[in-house]
């Protein structure tokens, strides 16, 4: 290829398949190619979702290191979209797989061939990369299916087999929310949908002291500081050092002949820049370690420490008075769930705008302030019950799982309604809305262009939200025979 006109190629990987892709870069840029790939080219404080828009915007190609780890993850699944829906410009991307450790494929790269990545066969795989970029690039298909030159593809998996689908009942589980083949890293916390949690059994205790970070969070953070500061005066996108919360302990109750729960939540105070330094979880440390590894449990997610909990979002399913379940598509601008579809409204604690004083925020009003703020939705025009708290175990964050029943306003009222004007409209790019029944929201759920792109949230929320119009009983004999009727089609 010449190299006055380099091919340009995005890598997308998972951190922990770091050195397998450092590895795969050194060989295509050996080979002639421009590489993108993020530890080089990110600096630290920098917007992810801007740079990385930015540079699959620039790119010709995304090589996509489809592992155990990456379909898993929230940044792999957000970049292979962004390429492949062309989320960013009318430009589209041509997106190439590579498969390590015999993964199944994600549902929306199944129809595309692949080759097998591991570090014996980096060399040879990069050079059959070169040469089928080169023959798109050079020919100028930029709408020609990707992977011409890539002739392996696996068959599908038997559906007895040990990489079989999961099962079709929709379950929640220590280790996410599962629903047949959709999968979050949600761990519902308390609350099963058929039982709220009143507002006056929703406690909050304020510890007025400020979490106190180790040493190298602390560097991060000050890394973080600057950045920020920098672009701020440069006149470029920056982050604003917000005042948050950090939960800092979490105890549940039963209370009453009808044991009705009630819960209590101690919080720390943190602030924004805080919560990004902890949140580069896959970064490592001096001693090659790093925040995950060190800081966090799998298997008992609600002891970390507080620095590694200075996130707690409120999400609400807004159900309008004609029944219908709203959805929201977050904007690229958000620092969370960036372009992907989410409950109606999403917001976090903010202790500059939920606490008075020293009077600790209230999570119901929290909640309230979202859908104000997003939806221009009065309190006195809908009903919010607290269905359930969380913790997304992959990024450690915590939240809370609120339906809001409209008194009068219909779907289409409410778009209307957002459409002129809203004070925090840019945090989404879209509405949409279906019939709130069972058989439409799990269908829409499971649909295949949705599947990938629900934020962490969203699916439990909304099936939690089904349960308690619906019932439990109702609702899993439904989606288990809905599952199956998707499975043998």
């Not at 199944?104 to 980096?122: A, I, K, S």
């Not at 009143?198 to 979490?211: G, N």
């Not at 991060?220 to 500081?225: A, D, G, H, L, P």
Request: net charge negative.
């Amino acid at each position: 290829m010449s190299s006055e006109n380099p091919v340009s190629i995005f890598i997308s990987y998972s951190h922990t398949d770091r050195s397998l892709a450092r590895l795969l870069a050194a060989e295509l840029e050996s080979g002639g190619a421009r590489v993108w790939i993020d530890e080089g080219e990110l600096r630290i404080g920098d917007s992810l979702v801007e740079r990385i828009s930015e540079a699959i915007y620039e790119v010709d190609f995304l090589l996509a290191l489809v592992s155990p780890t990456s379909i898993r993850s929230g940044w792999c699944q957000r970049e292979i979209a962004l390429a492949m829906n062309g989320q960013i410009s009318n430009k589209k991307i041509k997106v190439l797989p590579l498969c390590i450790e015999n993964v199944v494929m994600p549902p929306t790269l199944r129809d595309r061939v692949y080759l097998d990545l591991n570090e014996d066969c980096v060399g040879s795989v990069a050079d059959k990369v070169l040469r089928d970029v080169r023959s798109h690039h050079e020919a100028g298909t930029s709408r020609s299916a990707p992977g011409a030159g890539i002739q392996r593809q696996r068959p599908a998996p038997d559906s007895n087999g040990p990489n079989n689908a999961p099962p079709p009942s929709p379950v929640l589980t220590p280790q996410g929310f599962r629903l047949g083949p959709l999968f979050t890293d949600l761990l519902i916390v308390e609350g099963d949908g058929e039982h709220p949690i009143p507002e006056h059994s929703a406690r909050i205790i304020l510890d007025p002291q400020f979490v106190n970070l180790p040493d190298e969070l602390a560097e991060w953070r000050e890394e973080i500081e600057a950045e920020q500061a920098r672009r701020r005066n440069e006149g470029l996108t920056h982050f604003w050092n917000g005042l948050r919360y950090a939960v800092a302990g979490f105890s549940v109750t039963r209370v009453g002949v009808d044991e009705e729960p009630e819960i209590f939540l101690r919080l720390k105070n943190a602030d924004y820049f805080t919560f990004l330094a902890a949140q580069q979880l896959d970064r490592e440390f001096r001693d090659g370690s790093t925040p995950r590894s060190r800081y966090l449990d799998p298997e008992d997610p609600q002891n970390a420490p507080d620095f590694m909990c200075c996130s707690f979002g409120v999400n609400v399913a807004v159900v309008s008075a004609d029944n219908k379940a709203i959805f929201a598509r977050r904007s690229a601008q958000v620092g969370s769930g960036a372009l992907l579809w989410n409950s109606s409204v999403n917001e976090a604690i903010s202790r500059s705008l939920d606490s008075q004083g020293r009077k600790p925020p209230n999570l119901f009003d929290v909640a309230r302030r979202g859908i104000s703020e997003e939806l221009a939705i009065h309190s006195n025009e809908y009903g919010l019950e607290l269905l359930a708290i969380s913790i997304d175990v992959n990024k450690q964050q915590w939240g809370a799982l609120f339906l809001a029943s409209l008194n009068r306003l219909s779907a289409h009222e409410v778009v209307e309604r957002r459409s002129r004007g809203v004070p925090d409209k840019w945090e989404n790019t879209a509405l949409d809305y279906e019939e709130f029944q069972i058989d439409p929201v799990i269908k829409y759920l499971l649909r295949p262009d949705r599947i990938n792109d629900w934020a962490t949230s969203a699916a439990p929320l909304f099936y939690l939200s089904l349960v308690r119009r619906f019932g439990r009983a109702s609702v899993e004999q439904r989606s288990t025979q809905i599952i199956a009727g998707i499975d043998s089609a």
